[in-house]
């Protein structure tokens, strides 16, 4: 199983996943590995681009046989790559799920996150790219654009904004869950 999540800065992702994490060890038994994407530094985005192309291969490869938990893949690079790292055609990420073929498997599950800019200006940690409320709103625009694009056929939008975390944790696990289940009676 591969469960992707994307989504701004500062929106919870890592909390989500640790929960993920801890429910699936309990009830299933199973180890999963989380993953922050890569920011290659002073690179051209030619270069960035092929880096990130062959990083997400190896990671797809690696996830057909264990189940992993991904914070950010493709998704960052598409939101983030046309903003701050001057792609010029960000959606090969698209063309690469299908290379991949993670757009044809069943227990592939792309979770995206997003807020209210001002919410997550608010939560900002000070590592995020901008704390600009028109690029934040640009940043959840563009993850809304990627969710839309992506070619994976399990997939989930949460707006967190005036959720609380149980609340986001129990739309991820009843969302998996479900597609796991109606994926068994097949």
Known sequence: MLVIFEGIDNVGKSTQIQLLRNYFAKKYNKVFITHHSSNYKDVSSEKHQELTKKEYGEI??????????????????????????????????????????????????????????????ERDDGSSFTTDLKKKDKEVQLFKEFFVKSNIKNKLLINIANKDIDNVFNDIITFIENTLNKEEQW
């Open 60 to 121: 797809f490869k690696f996830c057909r046989f264990t189940d992993f938990i991904c914070d950010r893949l493709h998704g960052g690079e598409y939101v983030y790559g046309q903003m701050y790292r001057n792609y010029e055609n960000p959606d090969f990420v698209f063309d690469f799920e299908k290379e991949e073929k993670i757009n044809l498997l069943d227990d592939v599950f792309l979770i995206v996150l997003v807020d209210e800019p001002k919410n997550v200006i």
